[in-house]
């Protein structure tokens, strides 16, 4: 298996899995409408691998577009990152994220179909536990309503590839429910380009640090934990990256129908305060933060049981939380003079 397609392959996680895929000796071609990315990234990834990749500005909801590139390449595995994924917006506009994320995510199984291509890899989220009572959560855990049309649009997504595989003797799939994806490329040549105002805590907090947010909110101080701020799992990218690559590895070796559910996670849950103090810590400089009220649609704390990754994938996250705030504060850096070419 060599050439595989990588939708929302310029976004922050798909960058970094086209950067790994490529190391691991895959031929990544990617697939990007630029909604939320920019081309500059495709110029990043070949300057980090020393090498030209395969990209095509297409929107994944567009058949012909999608067929020709399948048409072009014999694809042999996918990993589907392209999808809308702010949380407050699907709230706001439901209909955008189940247009994109489910259209997108049905075009592409039927196109699969249409060529025979067997073997995918999906982002899913830990959203789809919602606020569980077992920590740390493991996949056998029940899936709660969803908070935000958002997280419905991954357990629909779920649920479709469940579908889908039991009326296909021949799709192999692995559905990733990711927890919270932090860092950047130590390279400091890709990481995160949030539009706007960021909605998560560690672009916020680089953002913040460099001066261009005035303080960080920490969102409610009276959280049932330990210091009363949420508690999440917080994996470097690389790392998330690197599971993609061991997923296809083990789809490799798979037949007929298959579908499982994997948690990406470091096992381990730590609180926003303890972010706070790593982050000080690596970049030596002190966060103005301070208490705001609870967000809604918060889960108090969620941290994965990361064992059936090691067990069936052989992969565990690598790198520490300081790491990842380290890798996350040289890229803020170095973006600061990118503006121009990020709107
Ligand atoms: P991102 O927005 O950086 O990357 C998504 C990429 O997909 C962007 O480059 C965007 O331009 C592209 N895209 C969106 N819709 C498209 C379409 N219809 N056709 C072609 N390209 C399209 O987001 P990310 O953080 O890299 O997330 C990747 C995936 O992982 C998403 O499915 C997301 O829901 C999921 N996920 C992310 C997180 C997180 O916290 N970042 C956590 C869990 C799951
Ligand atoms: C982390 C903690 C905030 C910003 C989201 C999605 C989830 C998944 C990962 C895709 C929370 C607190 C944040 C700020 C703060 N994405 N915070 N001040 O909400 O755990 O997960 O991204 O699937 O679905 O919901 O991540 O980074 O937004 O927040 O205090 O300015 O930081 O309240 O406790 P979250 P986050």
């Given at each position: 298996?060599?050439?595989?397609?990588?939708?929302?392959?310029?976004?922050?996680?798909?960058?970094?899995?086209?950067?790994?895929?490529?190391?691991?000796?895959?031929?990544?071609i990617?697939?990007?409408?630029?909604?939320?990315?920019?081309?500059?990234?495709?110029?990043?990834?070949?300057?980090?691998?020393?090498?030209?990749?395969?990209?095509?500005?297409?929107d994944?909801?567009?058949?012909?577009?999608?067929?020709?590139?399948?048409?072009?390449?014999?694809?042999?595995?996918?990993?589907?990152?392209?999808?809308?994924?702010?949380?407050?917006?699907?709230?706001?506009e439901?209909?955008?994220?189940y247009?994109?994320?489910?259209?997108?995510?049905?075009?592409?199984?039927?196109?699969?179909q249409?060529?025979?291509?067997?073997?995918?890899?999906?982002?899913?989220?830990?959203?789809?536990?919602?606020?569980?009572?077992?920590?740390?959560?493991?996949?056998?855990?029940?899936?709660?309503?969803?908070?935000?049309?958002?997280?419905?649009?991954?357990?629909?997504?779920?649920?479709?590839?469940?579908?889908v595989?039991?009326?296909?003797?021949?799709?192999?799939?692995?559905?990733?429910?990711?927890?919270?994806?932090?860092?950047a490329?130590?390279?400091?040549?890709?990481?995160?380009?949030?539009?706007?105002?960021?909605?998560?805590?560690?672009?916020?907090?680089?953002?913040?640090?460099?001066g261009?947010?005035?303080?960080?909110?920490?969102?409610?101080?009276d959280?049932?934990?330990?210091?009363?701020?949420?508690?999440?799992?917080?994996?470097h990218?690389c790392?998330?990256a690197?599971?993609?690559?061991?997923?296809?590895?083990?789809l490799?070796?798979?037949?007929?129908?298959?579908?499982?559910?994997?948690?990406?996670?470091?096992?381990?849950?730590?609180?926003?305060?303890?972010?706070?103090?790593?982050?000080?810590?690596?970049?030596?400089?002190?966060?103005?933060?301070?208490?705001?009220?609870?967000?809604?649609?918060?889960?108090?704390?969620?941290?994965?049981?990361?064992?059936?990754?090691?067990?069936?994938?052989?992969?565990?996250?690598?790198?520490?939380?300081?790491d990842?705030?380290?890798?996350?504060?040289?890229?803020?850096?170095a973006i600061?003079?990118?503006?121009?070419?990020?709107?």
């Open positions: 298996m060599k050439n595989i397609l990588v939708t929302g392959g310029l976004g922050f996680i798909g960058s970094h899995t086209t950067v790994a895929l490529a190391e691991q000796g895959f031929i990544p990617v697939v990007d409408n630029l909604s939320n990315s920019e081309l500059f990234i495709k110029d990043r990834i070949e300057q980090i691998l020393n090498q030209a990749i395969t990209f095509y500005q297409a994944c909801n567009d058949y012909a577009a999608m067929e020709k590139i399948f048409k072009e390449h014999t694809i042999e595995g996918v990993i589907h990152f392209a999808a809308y994924k702010a949380v407050g917006e699907s709230v706001a439901p209909l955008k994220y247009e994109n994320n489910l259209f997108s995510l049905i075009n592409l199984l039927k196109i699969m249409q060529f025979s291509v067997q073997k995918l890899v999906f982002s899913s989220s830990c959203t789809v536990y919602g606020q569980t009572e077992k920590l740390p959560v493991d996949e056998s855990n029940a899936i709660l309503p969803a908070f935000s049309p958002y997280g419905n649009t991954k357990q629909i997504g779920e649920e479709i590839l469940q579908d595989v039991k009326s296909q003797v021949d799709l192999q799939v692995i559905s990733l429910r990711y927890f919270n994806p932090i860092g490329h130590p390279s400091a040549l890709i990481g995160e380009l949030p539009r706007g105002v960021p909605n998560n805590l560690v672009p916020y907090i680089t953002q913040t640090a460099i261009k947010r005035p303080f960080l909110n920490v969102f409610g101080k959280y049932p934990t330990p210091d009363g701020t949420c508690i999440r799992d917080f994996i990218v790392d998330l690197e599971a993609h690559v061991k997923a296809l590895q083990f490799q070796n798979q037949k007929g129908s298959f579908i499982d559910f994997i948690n990406v996670g470091t096992g381990k849950g730590n609180s926003v305060l303890e972010v706070i103090q790593t982050f000080e810590q690596v970049s030596g400089k002190a966060l103005p933060y301070q208490f705001a009220p609870r967000r809604s649609g918060d889960v108090t704390a969620i941290y994965a049981d990361a064992r059936k990754a090691e067990k069936i994938l052989g992969w565990k996250a690598q790198r520490s939380l300081a990842a705030l380290a890798d996350a504060w040289r890229w803020e850096q600061q003079n990118l503006e121009p070419m990020r709107f």
